[in-house]
């Protein structure tokens, strides 16, 4: 199944290229907003499935095309995010420690937003292709044995970056958790329809040209390991998000007027763009054409604009 939300916060379900409104079926779930509907419903997708599908099912649903798509997650209560987890197409020794962060849930845009660059010093702006995984039951120091049996689903996920700014070593927070940068959509697909999350493919398309493209194989910490790290540290809860990391190779910089689009096998097609009032530029190399010209440092610097070096 499908879910999303659309125009003023409806809950549907996708019907082929047809968004059925099943809002009715769950208004009984306590809520006061969106985001705690579908936290509500993710908490007893049991007891609801039958009544939606049943809804679908006989309900006529109205062109995908001719709606907005909201953000199918409006306000996760966590958004843990993998560090560094990705082999990096064989060319780490070996897996990283493993690590993550959180990202603000101030972070979350959805389908056709807009993900706008602050008036800060990062030496570049990047956003990382990701899987992530949404929880569906409490998860406390789960076992990697029992941990697929957590998931709810999956959706489509990028980590915004601003990277390189000062002090150095004062990272993750103001790197990460700016507003507008998670996007996450166009809908959350629930686990049953992905046969094997750890062979998917992922793409990252910047103004319709590849950038990142890797399969979740080549994950360092697999999902079931990341699950059980995080719950060993905190407790998750429904409609926690938990994104799994990327290959870093293809990253490359964001910049005013970019239309991005991320498409993680089986889970549609994200499309989001990018605002810089400052309109600052880089240059579009990845990070692995970059280190193929035998360039200095991971990105390649800011070539014009406010904070561009002579």
């Not at 006061?32 to 649903?61: M, W």
């Not at 049953?192 to 360092?220: C, S």
């Not at 499309?271 to 010209?293: C, G, M, P, V, Y």
């Amino acid at each position: 199944m499908k879910i999303l939300y659309f125009d003023d916060f409806k809950l549907g379900v996708l019907k082929g290229d047809t968004v059925v409104d099943v809002s009715a079926v769950v208004q009984d779930i306590p809520h006061t907003g969106p985001h705690d509907l579908i936290n509500g419903l993710i908490e007893r997708f049991d007891d609801y499935r039958g009544k939606i599908e049943a809804a679908v099912e006989s309900g006529t649903g109205v062109p995908v095309s001719s709606v907005h798509i909201r953000p199918p997650l409006p306000k996760p209560g966590n958004i843990d995010c993998m560090a560094v987890n990705y082999m990096e197409d064989g060319t780490r020794d070996a897996p990283a420690p493993i690590n993550a962060f959180h990202k603000s849930a101030s972070a979350i845009i959805g389908e056709g937003d807009t993900m706008v660059l602050p008036d800060v010093p990062a030496t570049i702006f990047e956003g990382e292709a990701e899987i992530a995984l949404v929880i569906g039951k409490r998860a406390s120091n789960v076992s990697q044995a029992n941990a697929l049996n957590y998931v709810f689903g999956y959706v489509n996920f990028i980590d915004g970056s601003a990277r390189g700014l000062p002090p150095a070593g004062n990272v993750f927070f103001q790197m990460k958790s700016r507003d507008t940068f998670a996007p996450i959509g166009p809908y959350l697909v629930t686990a049953d329809e992905i046969d094997d999350p750890q062979k998917l493919d992922i793409k990252l398309w910047v103004n319709g040209e590849v950038k990142q493209h890797f399969n979740t194989d080549d994950m360092a910490h697999k999902i079931p390991r990341c699950i059980e790290w995080a719950s060993s540290i905190h407790a998750l809860e429904p409609g926690d998000i938990l994104a799994t990391g990327t290959n870093h190779r293809g990253l490359s910089s964001f910049m005013d007027g970019d239309k991005v689009e991320l498409e993680c096998e089986g889970l549609g097609r994200l499309t989001f763009h990018i605002q810089d009032n400052l309109k600052r530029t880089w240059s579009r190399d990845t990070r692995l054409e970059h280190a193929e010209k035998g360039a200095d440092g991971p990105a390649t610097p800011q070539l014009t604009g406010k904070y561009a070096k002579d």
